[in-house]
């Protein structure tokens, strides 16, 4: 079966702009995180949907938003960017279905900020 | 705070030698780990979980241990061949939010090198 998308693949951008990184997790997967991977930070977690909704949200400013459509697909959006924003955006899609419980990561959007 | 660590950043072993990688959790609630692999310029990849109910677990070629005692966990990789280099993370689902929302709290990784 098709493993999590992400799109764009790699992205620059000038700071102040702001920027939309999509995510289509695995078929039947309801859960879709974002998580942030930095060589300074490592992996940080910045928020989870479920069903559309948003049910966590990790230690991030307001400027980093995101939501969930109804077939599952998620978008993050980042707004003012600011150089520090460079890193390697990640997304996992996951079931709560016992027999196949587990996180997916897909490859990645690598933003930079100029 | 609650954090995932690991012991060793760099792992440098002979090709056909066994690697061990080791992490050390601080959340005593935590009741699923995760080891992933991450290859350069991809995103973290599945190698083997286990729950905290078990203390070892195998797959192909690798095995996971859990010592729920000191919080350690090690990752356990026989006959390690040129393509298992690569950075491998240990994740700890610990924190919950509630409303069925569980988080990963990552380490920050152990570079594994294998010499040809």
């Known amino acids: 079966k098709a493993g999590v998308t992400q799109t764009p693949r790699y992205l620059i951008k000038t700071r102040g702009q702001q920027v939309t990184l999509s995510c289509s997790p695995i078929?039947?997967?309801?859960?879709v995180s974002w998580y942030q991977q930095t060589p300074g930070q490592g992996l940080q977690f910045l928020f989870e949907?479920?069903?559309?909704?948003?049910?966590n949200k990790g230690n991030f400013p307001g400027r980093f938003s995101g939501r969930q459509f109804s077939n599952s697909r998620s978008e993050m959006n980042v707004s003012t960017l600011e150089l520090g924003d460079s890193a390697l955006y990640l997304c996992?899609?996951?079931?709560?279905?016992?027999?196949?419980?587990?996180?997916?990561f897909g490859s990645g959007t690598r933003l930079t900020v100029v | 705070g609650e954090s995932v660590g690991l012991h060793l950043p760099t792992l440098s072993v002979q090709e056909g030698d066994n690697s061990i990688i080791n992490c050390a959790y601080s959340?005593?609630?935590?009741?699923?780990f995760i080891w992933y692999k991450q290859e350069s310029g991809k995103g973290p990849q599945f190698i083997i979980d286990i729950r905290s109910n078990m203390d070892k677990r195998q797959g192909q070629r690798v095995t996971v241990l859990l010592n729920k005692t000191v919080k350690h966990l090690s990752l356990q990789i026989a006959a390690t061949q040129p393509g298992d280099s690569a950075v491998y993370f240990c994740a700890d689902q610990g924190k919950y939010s509630g409303a069925g929302s569980y988080q990963l709290t990552f380490g920050k990784g152990t570079k594994l090198s294998v010499i040809p």
């Open positions: 996992a899609s996951s079931s709560t279905d016992r027999a196949n419980y587990g996180y997916t």
């Open positions: 959340n005593s609630a935590s009741d699923y």
């Open positions: 949907y479920f069903s559309e909704t948003q049910r």
């Open positions: 078929s039947g997967h309801r859960s």
